[in-house]
């Protein structure tokens, strides 16, 4: 069974609720979320979380950026409701808004600097025989064309998102992305170890211009081949755990 919770040095995660618990690589694309927000001196005020699932993300940019205000929005009710549990639970209620609500629905107000999401993974593929499981895991309720299309709509002129996707979705997401006007600005391709195959992708993104945009490429593993943590995942992670 796994943990009900998992503790970071600020805060606490609780995912008993939730289908979607804590990965190694969920905290490393928040991680790089912070550090893309960091090295690229971005002027960032408000971010949108698109399938907050346990609140993971809009906690970690949280701890790192005082000024900035997240809407988190999660489709599933039990994992709303824990994800607005652990907000509440950390230092950092005041700028944590969490929204139970379908984003392919809801009408949001304003346009954001900063949309994140780590969405459903397995489109077209086998599904769970739990429900919760399949909102999570699936594409079903929520398409990367579908999520795409929310990006480009919410996102301001100069803002850019960040997403975590699978490795073998690499050549659909650049014809994905061709169709609807965005450009990918960094890649990075994650292993699971050293001797793994890449298996995520970290992608950062804006909309299209008629400037043509270089994209950048990088690689990181998450274990090394002594069956620990490779300095550069360390090095991510030192602030959170």
């Not at 893309?36 to 790192?64: F, H, P, Y």
Request: charge should be neutral; glycine fraction near 4%.
């Amino acid at each position: 069974m796994p943990n009900p919770y998992f503790q970071f040095k600020q805060f606490t995660i609780y995912q008993d609720r939730c289908a979607m618990k804590v990965t190694t690589d969920g905290c490393l694309f928040g991680s790089t979320i912070v550090k893309e927000i960091e090295s690229r001196r971005l002027k960032i005020e408000s971010i949108l979380d698109i399938g907050t699932g346990t609140g993971l993300l809009s906690l970690m940019v949280a701890q790192k950026n005082p000024n900035i205000i997240i809407n988190a929005i999660e489709i599933d009710k039990d994992a709303a409701e824990q994800a607005m549990e652990n907000v509440k639970a950390s230092p950092w209620i005041d700028r944590i808004n969490v929204i139970h609500a379908d984003a392919k629905d809801f009408s949001f107000t304003k346009k954001y600097d900063l949309i994140i999401s780590n969405p459903p993974f397995y489109e077209n593929e086998l599904k769970s025989t739990s429900s919760e499981k399949n909102i999570a895991h699936h594409s079903e309720e929520l398409s990367l064309s579908e999520l795409l299309t929310i990006i480009r709509q919410n996102l301001k002129p100069e803002g850019v998102f960040s997403l975590l996707l699978p490795f073998k979705r690499n050549e659909e997401i650049k014809k994905i992305f061709a169709e609807k006007g965005l450009s990918v600005v960094q890649m990075i391709f994650v292993r699971q170890s050293v001797k793994h195959d890449y298996f995520r992708i970290i992608l950062t993104g804006k909309l299209k211009s008629h400037q043509p945009v270089e994209t950048g490429i990088d690689e990181i593993s998450i274990w090394g081949d002594k069956k620990q943590y490779t300095p550069e995942f360390i090095e991510s992670l030192k602030d959170y755990y």
